[in-house]
């Protein structure tokens, strides 16, 4: 793990709608943040001590041809696949894997500021546009048909963040602590910011190898729906820091209401609060068929 000292920074973005106004958010404590993201090998481990579920790809009312598509495509599928980013996980088996490690998930805003740092960069590694040697987001390379396009972690040492974190754009989008709040950066300046993850809805950071360059921004937030696990989701732990309770791997995760409206009204929002997303991605996000 990584120390990240205590620290002040601007957080988000203005020139994205889902990520402003910017703010200054203030980190009070020090925290140590997993270098790379959890791998297959580490997350088998969980799985091996009956402390965690497999992963595989699951939501509520997950169609069988989805599971059909997709499942292949999960990294624990894979048998020569140990070193890359455990995928197809949601938000409780993030946390149930964090708390076998005796650690836990980042906020929100601890992610975004190990990424990014106090000098305001806009990627982890500064504010060069990405390319296909800084991270892994679509366009680099077409994966086989069976297989998520991710990369061994740490494939790009050099794309490091200004604490040294490895693969904070790109590979998987990574789960964090906090519960989407779509109004959460409108209460202005901040001090140890979380919203409790209560609800369906949760917050995924960093983009990943099936979304746009323009996703992997480190002030990115992709609003998603905890109880899917898919062939982009993924995770990294954190650990010290300032206490919190501990979140609960189910309670607060109902599906996506069923009535039309609310189906709408999630995709609405889903396409209003992101850009460069295409619209299956945000029915993935609600939990409805695509």
């Given at each position: ?10 957080m988000?973005s203005?020139d994205d709608?889902?990520?402003?106004p910017?703010?200054k958010?203030t980190?009070?404590?020090d925290?140590f ?12 481990k969980?799985v ?6 497999p992963?595989?790809?699951?939501g509520?009312d997950m ?6 598509k ?5 990294n624990?599928?894979?048998?020569d696949?140990g ?5 197809c996980?949601?938000?409780g088996?993030a946390v149930?894997?964090?708390a076998?490690?005796g650690?836990r998930?980042?906020t929100?805003?601890e ?6 740092g106090?000098?305001g960069?806009?990627y ?6 990405p390319?296909?040697?800084h991270?892994v987001?679509s366009?680099c390379?077409?994966?086989p048909?069976d ?6 972690v740490g ?7 200004p604490?040294g974190a490895?693969?904070?754009?790109g590979?998987?989008w990574?789960?964090?602590y906090?519960?989407?709040d779509p ?9 140890d ?14 983009g990943?190898w ?13 609003k ?5 696990g ?7 732990c954190?650990?010290?820091?300032v206490?919190?309770e501990?979140?609960?791997a ?7 209401g069923?009535s039309?409206?609310a189906?709408?009204r999630c ?10 997303i295409?619209?299956?991605q945000?029915q ?7």
């Amino acid at each position: 793990m990584l120390r990240v000292p205590a620290g002040s920074f601007v957080m988000g973005s203005d020139d994205d709608k889902g990520a402003k106004p910017t703010h200054k958010v203030t980190i009070t404590k020090d925290f140590f943040l997993d270098k790379t993201e959890v791998t297959v090998a580490d997350f088998a481990k969980c799985v091996a001590a009956k402390k965690c579920t497999p992963a595989f790809i699951h939501g509520p009312d997950m169609p069988e041809d989805e599971l059909e598509k997709y499942g292949k495509m999960c990294n624990a599928a894979q048998p020569d696949r140990g070193d890359h980013p455990v995928n197809c996980v949601d938000y409780g088996q993030a946390v149930a894997y964090c708390a076998f490690a005796g650690k836990r998930l980042p906020t929100e805003a601890e992610w975004e500021y190990a990424a990014r740092g106090a000098d305001g960069r806009k990627y982890p590694w500064g504010n060069e546009e990405p390319g296909c040697d800084h991270a892994v987001g679509s366009g680099c390379g077409r994966p086989p048909p069976d297989k998520a396009g991710t990369k061994p972690v740490g494939s790009f040492p050099f794309a490091k963040s200004p604490f040294g974190a490895l693969d904070m754009s790109g590979n998987v989008w990574e789960w964090v602590y906090d519960g989407f709040d779509p109004g959460v950066y409108a209460k202005g300046d901040a001090v140890d910011p979380a919203a409790e993850p209560a609800g369906a809805t949760g917050v995924l950071r960093g983009g990943s190898w099936d979304f746009a360059p323009s996703r992997l921004t480190s002030t990115t937030r992709q609003k998603f729906q905890r109880r899917v696990g898919h062939v982009s989701t993924g995770f990294r732990c954190a650990q010290g820091g300032v206490e919190r309770e501990k979140p609960d791997a189910e309670q607060g995760n109902p599906a996506v209401g069923k009535s039309k409206d609310a189906v709408a009204r999630c995709l609405k929002e889903c396409m209003d609060e992101t850009d460069g997303i295409q619209p299956g991605q945000c029915q993935l996000a609600c939990g409805v068929k695509p």
